[in-house]
T-cell receptor, first 115, second 112 residues
Framework: NAGVTQTPKFRILKIGQSMTLQCTQD?????MYWYRQDPGMGLKLIYY???????DKGEVPNGYNVSRSTTEDFPLRLELAAPSQTSVYFC??????????????FGPGTRLTVL | DQQVKQNSPSLSVQEGRISILNCDYT??????FLWYKKYPAEGPTFLIS?????DKNEDGRFTVFLNKSAKHLSLHIVPSQPGDSAVYFC???????????FGTGTRLKVLA
């Protein structure tokens, strides 16, 4: 049971390049999330998904896209990288028991630098 | 608009003493609160949570207190250990929502 895995761990992009951050979970969780963490800041929600085929915007979605074709995978796409997207990106998943008391499990993060 | 606030960016405590980390929130619809711990180069890991129907939850050395009237929660770690040195985030969610709102974190350093 690997939990939540993210690839790559590190990446440097040039302005205008595109890339996909991969996220996979093996816990059969319905809910999945993408966050970014800027230095000295908390985690800001980019996008989330409540199940395969269903995604929605979070607090800071501009410049990103997501898809959820399977329960396990939730990739995050950057189409035209900008320096403002330099950050650490965390993927998370969450089981839902209906009680609202479930916790999120986080991946190890992807450190992205845009130059 | 920062709905969840951790006003102390850092805290230093001697080993064996109590660490108290604070968190304030503004949204009265929040009904579930969590604390996460984060080591460098790792993702956050869940530490402890509390529902709004309680005012205290305890798990070993960790206790979370919730004061709903003050919209304030705190995490107590006693006794503090050097391995507790990390960044601690509080988070909150509301009824029927799928999202957690995170604070900016407090960096705890436990001095040996």
């Amino acid at each position: 049971n690997a939990g939540v895995t993210q690839t790559p761990k590190f990446r440097i992009l040039k302005i205008g390049q595109s890339m996909t951050l991969q996220c996979t979970q093996d816990m059969n969780h319905n809910y999945m999330y993408w966050y970014r963490q800027d230095p000295g800041m908390g985690l800001k929600l980019i996008y989330y998904s409540v199940g395969a085929g269903i995604t929605d915007k979070g607090e800071v979605p501009n410049g990103y896209n997501v898809s959820r074709s399977t329960t396990e995978d939730f990739p995050l796409r950057l189409e035209l990288a900008a320096p403002s997207q330099t950050s650490v990106y965390f993927c998370a998943s969450r089981r839902t028991s209906g009680s609202g008391t479930d916790t999120q499990y986080f991946g190890p993060g992807t450190r992205l630098t845009v130059l | 608009d920062q709905q969840v606030k951790q006003n102390s960016p850092s805290l230093s405590v001697q080993e064996g003493r109590i660490s108290i980390l604070n968190c304030d929130y503004t949204n009265s619809m929040f009904d579930y609160f969590l604390w996460y711990k984060k080591y460098p180069a790792e993702g956050p890991t869940f530490l402890i949570s509390i529902s709004s129907i309680k005012d205290k939850n305890e798990d070993g050395r960790f206790t979370v207190f919730l004061n709903k009237s003050a919209k304030h929660l705190s995490l107590h770690i006693v006794p503090s250990q050097p391995g507790d040195s990390a960044v601690y985030f509080c988070a909150a969610s509301g009824v029927g929502t799928y999202k957690y709102i995170f604070g900016t974190g407090t960096r705890l350093k436990v001095l040996a």
